[in-house]
């Protein structure tokens, strides 16, 4: 069964540096998400993505924040200068359709450390 | 706008018991519903889902009914096992986005 992978699975990183998550969606969807969830809280969404160009986006996700889509297959999320409470696990999802009604299939996770 | 509440947890019962966790959501529109799970150290996956009105989703012997009447999800399965043992999260999505409730933690005790 097709699945989305991520990678690393965990990093740990400096405050102020830079990090970039990579996701690798199922081949053949469409819409690409990312989601975070800190340590005992709920998931929330990040941003979405679809045709080269993000969809919507939430409050969390900032100016430190970006997106993108590097080639064919491959998702990123960058941060820019990462502070200590972007500290949390980082879900990447992806979709076949758009409209809500389809599933959204989510990866492992990167469970990201900023020191 | 959109959300979703959830019973507060951790929930703990005895393997064979019945269990119920509540949702209860906010939307504009007609959002679709999902139950997804997250065993210890993994990502979350879809349970089961319902796109429409008094749709009931069902898998692994867990079930919920879409009510819109009172705007409720409930999760329900009748002898749960230890290996449910996981957190339970309600969500709704309405266009590409998807709101996630707060989690509910269930252990199952042999």
């Known amino acids: 069964e097709p699945e989305v992978t991520q990678t690393p699975s965990h990093q740990v990183t400096q405050m102020g540096q830079e990090v970039i998550l990579r996701c690798v969606p199922i081949?053949?969807?469409?819409?690409f998400y990312w989601y975070r969830q800190i340590l005992g809280q709920k998931v929330e969404f990040l941003v979405s993505?679809?045709?080269?160009?993000?969809?919507?986006k939430s409050e969390i996700f900032d100016d430190q924040f970006s997106v993108e889509r590097p080639d064919g297959s491959n998702f990123t999320l960058k941060i820019r200068s990462t502070k200590l409470e972007d500290s949390a696990m980082y879900f990447c999802?992806?979709?076949?359709?758009?409209?809500?009604?389809?599933?959204?299939?989510f990866g492992p996770g990167t469970r990201l450390t900023v020191l | 706008g959109n959300s979703v509440t959830q019973m507060e947890g951790p929930v703990t019962l005895s393997e064979e018991a019945f269990l119920t966790i509540n949702c209860t959501y906010t939307?504009?529109?007609?959002?679709?519903l999902f139950w997804y799970v997250q065993y210890p150290g993994e990502g979350l996956q879809l349970l089961l889902k319902?796109?429409?009105?008094?749709d009931k989703g069902s898998n692994k012997g867990f079930e919920a009914t879409y009510r819109k009447e009172t705007t409720s999800f409930h999760l329900e399965k009748g002898s749960v096992q230890v290996s449910d043992s996981a957190v339970y999260f309600c969500?709704?999505?309405?266009?590409?986005?998807?709101?996630f409730g707060t989690g509910t933690s269930l252990t199952v005790i042999p």
């Open positions: 999802a992806s979709t076949r359709l758009a409209g809500g009604t389809d599933t959204q299939y």
């Open positions: 081949s053949n969807h469409l819409y």
């Open positions: 993505f679809y045709n080269n160009e993000i969809s919507e």
């Open positions: 939307a504009t529109g007609y959002p679709s």
């Open positions: 319902a796109t429409k009105a008094d």
């Open positions: 969500a709704l999505s309405s266009g590409n986005q998807f709101y």
